[in-house]
């Protein structure tokens, strides 16, 4: 059992950066692909990015390649993700992961609660 919680979402402005933390507490991540979804009112929650537990390999949705960057500490249990010249497009509430490798949410057997992002245009 893994037990995630988010933190970093906040208000911005466009163009502004934020940091998302994901802290595990439970089991070590380290056994886990992981990953950030968004989700706004009335749509499914979209996949963000992942990374592999050796963060071999990351993942990205188009929209946010060049923008965002996903990393992990697994001695520290913690997951984030840095978000760049944000955009009104980007406002959401971020969950992240914990799970198999994939873009989908039925891939992850573990969620947060989520943190709000807003970005002002």
């Known amino acids: 059992q893994v037990s995630l919680v988010e933190s970093g979402g906040g208000l911005v402005q466009a163009g502004d950066s934020l940091r998302l933390f994901c802290t595990a507490s439970g089991r070590t991540i380290s056994s886990y692909t992981m990953a950030w979804f968004r989700q706004t009112p009335g749509k499914e929650r979209e996949f963000v990015a992942l990374i592999t537990r050796n963060a071999i390999i990351r993942d990205y949705v188009d929209s946010v390649k060049g923008r965002f960057t996903i990393s992990r500490d697994n001695n520290k249990n913690t997951l984030y993700l840095q978000m760049n010249d944000l955009h009104a497009g980007d406002t959401a509430v971020y969950y992240c992961?914990?799970?198999?490798?994939?873009?989908?949410?039925?891939?992850?057997?573990?969620w947060g609660q989520g943190t709000q992002v807003t970005v002002s245009s």
């Open positions: 992961a914990a799970g198999r490798q994939g873009r989908t949410t039925t891939s992850y057997d573990y």
